[in-house]
């Protein structure tokens, strides 16, 4: 079945590491998206990407890094600039970005805790 | 600046209907979705509005009002399962999704 895996489900981080969150799709979708989600908030939107080799800083970029090397994979990187990265991050995909029925088929999500 | 707001959360009884509101005032409009979610799961699209009126689904409905900046999802003969988290999303006039911090539902037997 198709579907998008994110990896892992729980992490703790100490502060001062980065840690990289996977993301990969087999739907064959073109675009790919981060979202943070925290309590009492709408979804944030960290980067975007509509094609291989190109991504988009979203609202809250800021001490988080992309890559974009396979249309199958995003991994997202969680900085030590991040200053509160303790969240739900959520990766998801779309046939294509910019278009109005764009529904977005999203992973099941990954916790990181700083401890 | 952009808001979509909702209501945090919402009681009901299982076997009734319940309408959960959303109001939005985007830069521009292309579309508005609802997604279910459930705790520490991934959210799943339930509905897409691009016109004026009522989408039907099987036991969801949803309605969008554009003049008004308004939409309503309508859960019928409500089950336990539905007890979630539920999203509004406004997509803008650059394409880019709005989200609301959405509408816990607690569905009581």
């Known amino acids: 079945d198709g579907g998008i895996t994110q990896s892992p489900k729980y992490l703790f981080r100490k502060e001062g590491q980065n840690v990289t969150l996977s993301c990969e799709q087999n739907?064959?979708?073109?675009?790919m998206y981060w979202y943070r989600q925290d309590p009492g908030q709408g979804l944030r939107l960290i980067y975007y990407?509509?094609?291989?080799?190109?991504?988009q800083k979203g609202d809250i970029a800021e001490g988080y890094s992309v890559s974009r090397e396979k249309k199958e994979s995003f991994p997202l990187t969680v900085t030590s600039a991040q200053k509160n990265p303790t969240a739900f991050y959520l990766c998801?995909?779309?046939?294509?970005?910019?278009?109005?029925?764009?529904?977005?088929?999203f992973g099941a999500g990954s916790r990181l805790t700083v401890l | 600046g952009q808001n979509i707001d909702q209501p945090t959360e919402m009681t009901a009884t299982e076997g009734a209907i319940v309408q959960i509101n959303c109001t939005y005032q985007t830069s521009g409009f292309n579309g508005l979705f609802w997604y279910q979610q459930h705790a520490g799961e991934a959210p799943t699209f339930l509905s897409y509005n691009v016109l004026d009126g009522l989408e039907e689904k099987g036991r969801f409905s949803s309605f969008l009002s554009r003049s008004k900046g308004y939409s309503y999802l309508l859960l019928k003969e409500l089950q336990m399962k539905d007890s979630a988290s539920y999203l509004c999303?406004?997509?803008?006039?650059?394409?880019?999704?709005?989200w609301g911090a959405g509408t816990k539902l607690i569905i009581k037997p």
């Open positions: 739907l064959n979708h073109d675009a």
């Open positions: 990407s509509q094609i291989v080799n190109d991504f």
């Open positions: 999303a406004v997509m803008d006039s650059n394409y880019q999704l709005i």
């Open positions: 998801a995909s779309s046939p294509t970005g910019g278009s109005g029925a764009n529904v977005l088929t």
